[in-house]
């Protein structure tokens, strides 16, 4: 089962804008409506990815959330593949139509920022089992030199 990693607080503030940009751009040419207000509970936003088994980028999507009115609950309008640069409409029947072509340069810095903090983290990751190695090396020399001794 594919594990979604959300994104939303981790984004700095001008591609948390991007992605706001993003989604009221769908909004309005896939969906004719116009949001004005992004981020109350009738329209959100959720940057989300998947990596891959090798700590690659798998999926990175841009969620487009709805609030029923007179409903507690939410759900998904849109889905954004910013890899693919679709849009999938949810509903029935489900069908894809292009990205707005003035989102391209949004999506691009917004992918571009998630690849560059995944490689920083497996980058992190080696770094600590590295060193982890090392200490448990350490360790075992020194209780083998203990017990030669």
Request: glycine share 6%; net charge positive; hydrophobic share 40%.
């Amino acid at each position: 089962m594919t594990s979604w990693i959300k994104l939303d607080h981790q984004l700095p503030k001008q591609l948390q804008q991007a992605a706001a940009d993003v989604a009221k751009a769908v909004w309005f040419h896939v969906g004719n409506v116009i949001i004005t207000d992004l981020g109350n509970w009738r329209h959100v936003a959720h940057v989300s990815y998947t990596p891959k088994p090798d700590g690659s980028l798998g999926a990175l999507i841009l969620n487009c959330v709805e609030g029923a009115k007179g409903s507690t609950s939410q759900s998904a309008a849109y889905t954004v593949d910013l890899m693919r640069q679709h849009v999938k409409v949810q509903g029935h029947p489900v069908r894809y139509e292009p990205l707005p072509t003035e989102c391209l340069p949004l999506i691009g810095r917004i992918r571009d920022w998630v690849e560059k903090e995944r490689q920083a983290q497996q980058d992190r990751l080696a770094r600590e089992r590295q060193a982890e190695n090392e200490r448990r090396r350490a360790r075992e020399a020194g209780i083998k030199a203990y017990i030669l001794r």
